[in-house]
Nanobody, 124 residues
Framework: QVQLVESGGGLVQPGGSLRLSCAAS????????VGWFRQAPGKEREFVAV????????SYRDSVKGRFIISRDNDKNTVYLQMNSLKPEDTAVYYC?????????????????WGQGTQVTVSS
């Protein structure tokens, strides 16, 4: 399993932006599909975005399409989640996760390595 560390969370006003980072310890990070998930209090963990090994393919949950962008820099072993036009309903702990199988998946159960999470709070 690869070790993942998220950063970049915080408190932001509605309409604001944040960029989350997910840094990996593994030099073969480019061999992992990486996803972002989030979990709000009292709710199940849900898929947000996922990116393929090379970054050539991405997928998003409908509610963040057009607002969030997932990207990766394999030279830096890092995946990013740029979040724009944030809404109060985006408030959650955000986790990045990695899987070694190349196919893109959106189910948290398909990911074997997880970070500790970073809190995002959208509030005025």
């Amino acid at each position: 399993q690869v070790q993942l560390v998220e950063s970049g969370g915080g408190l932001v006003q509605p309409g604001g932006s944040l960029r989350l980072s997910c840094a990996a310890s593994d030099r073969s990070f480019s061999s992992y599909v990486v996803g972002w998930f989030r979990q709000a209090p009292g709710k199940e963990r849900e898929f947000v975005a996922v990116i393929s090994r090379t970054g050539g393919a991405t997928s998003y949950r409908d509610s963040v399409k057009g607002r969030f962008i997932i990207s990766r820099d394999n030279d830096k072993n890092t995946v990013y989640l740029q979040m724009n036009s944030l809404k109060p309903e985006d408030t959650a702990v955000y986790y990045c996760a990695a899987r070694t199988i190349a196919t893109i998946r959106t189910d948290p159960l398909d990911f074997g390595s997880w970070g500790q999470g970073t809190q995002v709070t959208v509030s005025s």
